[in-house]
C-alpha cells in the first residue's frame, strides 16, 4: 500500500500484536517504510506503541504481521553524543531535504533496535531506525563503522562493544 | 573474486535474471542499478549484517522484555 493510499484511510483499524494485544491504530500514526528494512523488505507500515508499564521501551509493531514487533529505544537514551550522518538515498527515502542539518527531535527521531542476550541486551547504532517527525517516512539507516554497537550488561550500564 | 572494470552505463550480468549496471561514476562512489527478481534480496554487504540482527530482535520473547526492563532499571537507578 502506497503511503498515498495509507493516508486516505480515515477509520480507526485493529492491529494485533504477539507482545501487546490488540492495539487501536488510529488514522496516521503509522510508520510508512517505503523500502521496508533489512530482513522484513515487505513490512511497510509499523505501529510506534509506548505503554507505560513499558517506559522507556518503544515497540515497533508491523499492522500486517502481529508476529513482528520490535523492541527499540531512543538512541539518545544509550548514547547522549550519538551523531548520524543521513545520506543523500536514505535521505530521499524519508523524504527529507538533500541538503542541511538535520535536528533530532525536531525533524528526525533515531531509535535503536534492542537485540536480546543471555543476561544482556545489545544494540547496533550504526544500524538506527530514524523517523521524519514531519511525514513518519521511516527507514532503518545502516552506516558504515561510525558509533559501533552497546551491551547493556548486568550491572546497568551501557558499554561500547569493540 | 572475478574482478570487471566498467564504465558508467555498462553492465554486467549474472545469469539469466539479475543485471547491475554502472548508472553514475563519481570521485568516490558508483551508482549501481540492480535488476533482479523480486524474490531475491538486494543488499548492501553491511545491511545483510543488519538482517540477522533485526530477525532476531523481531523474535524477541516477553521474558526478553521483562529481562530488558529489569536491567534498564537497574540502570536507572545506579544514575
Known sequence: ?162 | MLVLRRRAGEAILLGDDIEIEVVEISRTRVKLGVKAPRNLPVLRREAAAVAGENKASALASGDDIQNILRLLRNSTCQA
Open chain 1, 1 to 162: 500500500m502506497t503511503a498515498e493510499a495509507m493516508a486516505t484511510v480515515r477509520v480507526q483499524t485493529k492491529v494485533r500484536s504477539r507482545f501487546l494485544g490488540e492495539l487501536s491504530n488510529e488514522p496516521g500514526s503509522e510508520l510508512f517504510l517505503p523500502a521496508g528494512i533489512p530482513g522484513f523488505e515487505s513490512e511497510h507500515s509499523l505501529l510506534p506503541v509506548e505503554i507505560p508499564a513499558y517506559r522507556p521501551l518503544v515497540f515497533l509493531q508491523s499492522t500486517e504481521r502481529p508476529d513482528v514487533c520490535f523492541i527499540c529505544l531512543p538512541v539518545s537514551s544509550i548514547d547522549p553524543d550519538f551523531s548520524i550522518v543521513v545520506g543523500e538515498d536514505d535521505r530521499a527515502t524519508l523524504g527529507l531535504p538533500a541538503e542541511g542539518e538535520l535536528v533530532a527531535g525536531e525533524d528526525i527521531l533515531c531509535l535503536a533496535l534492542l537485540l536480546p542476550l543471555p543476561g544482556a541486551v545489545r544494540t547496533n547504532l550504526d544500524a538506527p531506525i530514524v523517523i521524519n517527525l514531519r511525514t513518519y517516512l521511516c527507514a532503518q539507516v545502516v552506516l558504515t563503522r561510525c558509533n559501533g554497537s552497546r551491551r547493556l550488561a548486568a550491572d546497568g550500564r551501557w558499554e561500547r562493544e569493540c
